[in-house]
């Protein structure tokens, strides 16, 4: 059974970095017919697909945000990063790591993790 | 910019059936588009109930049902119940690698 963990800081000032690291257990990311991804949620609002890397490197991201989003991953931590730069109050939210398994199905979900843009 | 569109809410009578439907911007959602449908209540992840159009995931009640209606995805709850009260997310593949949430659809059972 695969368990994704988010993890970082909970609070980003404005106009800064917001990086998050999800750590996948029970499965690797490098192998299998498997893709990564990284979601969000406002409070009471609802969710907004952010990217992905693929199990070999490849990444794609949401037009609204790619010129501020980077996904990684680093197969020796088996971890996969987001990164989301020049953040505003409107990017708090509630961010997930999730396994996408490559037949149509998010079969797993990291408990998500808030992260708050304030000063 | 793709959008995804879904009922904001919709009730229900405990035993009835409700329809909840995902919608294209850029046209029809077909079986090429993906749609799967997720359950998520306040606090927790989602959770899967319908992927790729109409597979229901492991352990998921036979009274979630998935399809193509029309010009849409559909989602169909039959024989509602109490805790079938939460909001539901399609998600549709739109290409290139992108996929796209729908806003959501809050289902009340009473």
């Known amino acids: 059974q695969v368990h994704l963990q988010e993890s970082g800081p909970g609070l980003v000032k404005p106009s800064q970095t917001l990086s998050l690291t999800c750590t996948v257990s029970g499965g690797s990311i490098s192998s299998g017919n498997y893709y990564w991804h990284w979601i969000r949620q406002p409070a009471g609002k609802g969710l907004e697909w952010i990217g992905r890397v693929s199990t070999n490197g490849i990444t794609f991201y949401n037009p609204s945000l790619k010129s501020r989003v980077t996904i990684s991953r680093d197969t020796t931590s088996n971890q996969f990063s987001l990164k989301l730069s020049s953040v505003t109050a409107a990017d708090t939210a509630v961010y997930y790591c999730a396994r996408f398994d490559g037949y149509g199905d998010f079969d797993s979900w990291g408990q998500g993790t808030l992260v708050t843009v304030s000063s | 910019q793709t959008v995804v569109t879904q009922e904001p809410s919709f009730s229900v009578s405990p035993g009835g059936t409700v329809t909840l439907t995902c919608g294209l911007s850029?046209?029809?959602?077909?079986?090429?588009?993906?749609p799967s449908w997720y359950q998520q209540t306040p606090g927790q992840a989602p959770r899967t109930l319908i992927y790729n159009t109409k597979i229901r995931s492991s352990g998921v009640p036979d009274r979630f049902s998935g399809s193509i209606l029309g010009n849409k995805g559909a989602l169909t709850i039959t024989g509602a119940q109490a805790d079938d009260e939460s909001a539901y997310y399609c998600?549709?593949?739109?290409?290139?690698?992108?996929?796209?949430f729908g806003g959501g659809t809050k289902v009340t059972v009473l």
């Open positions: 850029s046209g029809s959602v077909s079986t090429t588009h993906y």
């Open positions: 998600v549709v593949y739109v290409g290139n690698g992108i996929w796209v």
